[in-house]
């Protein structure tokens, strides 16, 4: 039984970087006590909530028994565990967190559109590519001045790592792993010259001592 108080964690996610980013990094700042399980897949399909991957389960104990929290949906574990840990910035006020909660859903749409046009039907490549563009563009556009009205100090608020510093830094940073080899050109939205607000915040958050380690591995694959 674990300690009275205590919580630990289960993330089942797939072995290579991807939505479940996030959440390692969440776990790793927060100081949390936590292990990877990846599912066999399709076989273990069903014993997901919805049928779909990271699920996180929090472990917890109380004097009397165990009890376990089961949540799905990245979004959801995201910001579950951001408000835990106090990666929220300005919790209390709505408008702050709801501003936060925009900037996250452009990442992760931009994330998505990049995986759809390289990894779907080759005849429908060119509409995704330009759907990316499109995308990607929008966002550079929007989150550089997001940044630069927040001093340009590598964070979108204030001036420590909060959920959206997070998302970006581990979705570009999946797409940079898993991605570079498909076409070199891929990410030229995205680099330090045309992005030099958001490289900054990816290279603030890299800089997280408790993330040393990730970063080590994962600029490995």
């Not at 949540?71 to 990666?87: P, V």
């Not at 429908?124 to 556009?141: D, E, L, Q, S």
């Amino acid at each position: 039984m674990l300690a009275s108080g205590s919580s630990t964690f289960t993330l089942r996610y797939f072995d290579f970087p991807s939505r479940g980013e996030a959440t390692k990094v969440l776990l790793l700042l927060g100081g949390a006590e936590w292990e990877h399980k990846v599912p066999a897949w399709p076989q273990e399909k069903s014993l997901q909530p919805v049928g779909r991957l990271p699920v996180l389960i929090e472990h917890s104990a109380s004097d009397c028994d165990d009890t376990s929290f089961t949540l799905s949906e990245t979004a959801a574990i995201e910001y579950y565990l951001a408000t835990k840990y106090g990666y929220i910035h300005q919790p209390a006020d709505p408008k702050c967190v709801a501003r936060q909660l925009e900037l996250r859903a452009h990442i992760c749409d931009m994330y998505t559109a990049f995986a759809e046009w390289k990894l779907g039907p080759d005849e429908v490549a060119p509409k995704n590519k330009k759907i990316f563009n499109t995308t990607a563009g929008c966002v550079v556009r929007f989150h550089e001045q997001v940044l630069k009205e927040n001093g340009s100090n590598g964070h979108y608020f204030g001036s420590t790592t909060t959920l959206v510093d997070i998302s970006l830094f581990t979705n570009i940073l999946a797409l940079r792993t898993v991605f570079s080899g498909l076409d070199p050109d891929m990410l030229e939205l995205l680099n330090s010259d045309n992005a030099p607000e958001m490289n900054r915040v990816i290279d603030t958050v890299s800089a997280e001592p408790a993330l040393a380690s990730y970063v080590a591995e994962l600029t490995k694959l």
